[in-house]
């Protein structure tokens, strides 16, 4: 997804929940209704969280400096992830506390006509800005399903406002399903029940969401076709005969770190490999121009090192007859 769609996505759910939770919070204080309250509070955590999705994808921006030559771009996946606290901690605790509150002190719903108007008012509030992030995460993501395509995502944004305007129409849904509970059976006590079923769901949501972006914010590698694309890169130049190692890191959606560890041929001289090293650069950066740091390290085919995982793609060059030998670990 590009940075202006996400900004655009983000933009779309702030606006969509800053409006939304101010018609809660008036509904809340006229009927007495802990559903409807909860409901605000889920919003007012909503708009404060693509506020700070907006931050973080500002403060990513920001060129490399002295103190961090690698540039800014984890940014986005630290406040990626005090978005998902905020989500457990704000949204999740207070829901859960208005609902035990008003299980242990039941007062019934005023006026549950305000309710189902504001319900409805939200549900398309909502629902646009549902469509608008579902829109662009397929586009994104072609031919994924949501789960699948938010934990190879790279970008928060993207798949954080889909799932929690997802979880606002589930809760919205909630809600209203305990205000006319609690009315039909005579019984407030379904609405401090609604609440708590709200809490429970953006807990579970928060909880999905904090794991992925914990994840990014560690380190995750490129997707395998873009790895798999510089392998190729590196294998088919001329001066290289096999890639021993290739690790790729993301710094920020549009941002890789990647490291070679290449056995060049035994004709190339000193001078020969700092030209093939220039131009595997400028190929590279070429076709994958969101490679910001490259680092090229040349290195014997039977020198030992730790065994890992390769990316894919890696092994000798097309044509070339020397085998590796297996190695062992250190």
């Given at each position: 997804?590009?940075?202006?769609?996400?900004?655009?996505?983000?933009?779309?759910?702030?606006?969509?929940?800053?409006?939304?939770?101010?018609?809660?919070?008036?509904?809340?204080?006229?009927?007495?209704?802990?559903?409807?309250?909860?409901?605000?509070?889920?919003?007012?955590?909503?708009?404060?969280?693509?506020?700070?999705?907006l931050?973080?994808?500002?403060?990513?921006?920001?060129?490399?400096?002295?103190?961090?030559?690698?540039?800014?771009?984890?940014?986005?996946?630290?406040?990626?992830?005090?978005?998902?606290?905020l989500?457990?901690?704000?949204?999740?605790?207070?829901?859960?506390?208005?609902?035990?509150?008003?299980?242990?002190?039941?007062?019934?719903?005023?006026?549950?006509?305000?309710?189902?108007?504001?319900?409805?008012?939200?549900?398309?509030?909502?629902?646009?800005?549902?469509?608008?992030?579902?829109?662009?995460?397929?586009?994104?993501?072609p031919?994924?399903?949501?789960?699948?395509?938010?934990?190879?995502?790279?970008?928060?944004?993207?798949?954080?406002?889909?799932?929690?305007?997802?979880?606002?129409?589930?809760?919205?849904?909630?809600?209203?399903?305990?205000?006319?509970?609690?009315?039909?059976?005579?019984?407030?006590?379904?609405?401090?029940?609604?609440?708590?079923?709200?809490?429970?769901?953006?807990?579970?949501?928060?909880?999905?969401?904090?794991?992925?972006?914990?994840?990014?914010?560690?380190?995750?590698?490129?997707r395998?076709?873009?790895?798999?694309?510089?392998?190729?890169?590196?294998?088919?130049?001329?001066?290289?005969?096999?890639?021993?190692?290739l690790?790729?890191?993301?710094?920020?959606?549009?941002?890789?770190?990647?490291?070679?560890?290449?056995?060049?041929?035994?004709?190339?001289?000193?001078?020969?490999?700092?030209?093939?090293?220039?131009?595997?650069?400028?190929?590279?950066?070429?076709?994958?121009?969101?490679?910001?740091?490259?680092f090229?390290?040349?290195?014997?085919?039977?020198?030992?090192?730790?065994?890992?995982?390769?990316?894919?793609?890696?092994?000798?060059?097309?044509?070339?007859?020397?085998?590796?030998?297996?190695?062992?670990?250190?």
């Amino acid at each position: 997804m590009s940075d202006q769609s996400s900004k655009t996505v983000v933009y779309a759910a702030l606006i969509g929940n800053l409006l939304i939770a101010i018609t809660k919070f008036i509904a809340a204080a006229w009927s007495g209704s802990s559903a409807m309250l909860s409901e605000g509070v889920h919003s007012v955590v909503d708009t404060g969280n693509e506020g700070l999705l907006l931050y973080g994808m500002h403060r990513a921006k920001r060129p490399p400096d002295d103190h961090h030559p690698l540039g800014h771009g984890r940014e986005l996946y630290f406040w990626s992830f005090i978005v998902a606290l905020l989500i457990f901690a704000v949204g999740s605790g207070v829901s859960l506390y208005e609902g035990v509150l008003h299980i242990l002190e039941p007062s019934p719903i005023s006026d549950a006509r305000i309710n189902y108007i504001v319900y409805g008012i939200a549900f398309v509030f909502e629902g646009t800005s549902w469509a608008i992030a579902l829109r662009a995460f397929r586009r994104a993501n072609p031919g994924q399903g949501w789960l699948d395509a938010a934990t190879r995502s790279k970008d928060p944004p993207g798949f954080m406002v889909l799932f929690e305007d997802s979880a606002a129409l589930i809760g919205i849904a909630i809600a209203a399903l305990g205000t006319f509970a609690a009315e039909y059976f005579e019984e407030p006590i379904l609405d401090g029940v609604a609440s708590i079923g709200i809490g429970l769901l953006l807990a579970a949501t928060a909880a999905f969401l904090a794991r992925e972006s914990k994840g990014l914010l560690i380190g995750e590698p490129a997707r395998k076709g873009v790895r798999d694309s510089i392998g190729a890169i590196a294998r088919a130049h001329e001066g290289v005969d096999r890639v021993i190692d290739l690790i790729t890191v993301h710094l920020a959606p549009d941002q890789i770190l990647v490291a070679l560890a290449l056995d060049f041929t035994d004709a190339r001289t000193a001078g020969d490999i700092e030209r093939d090293v220039a131009a595997l650069e400028e190929a590279i950066r070429s076709k994958h121009p969101e490679v910001r740091a490259l680092f090229v390290r040349p290195q014997r085919a039977d020198v030992p090192r730790p065994a890992r995982r390769l990316a894919s793609g890696i092994g000798p060059r097309e044509g070339t007859a020397r085998e590796r030998p297996t190695l062992q670990p250190e």
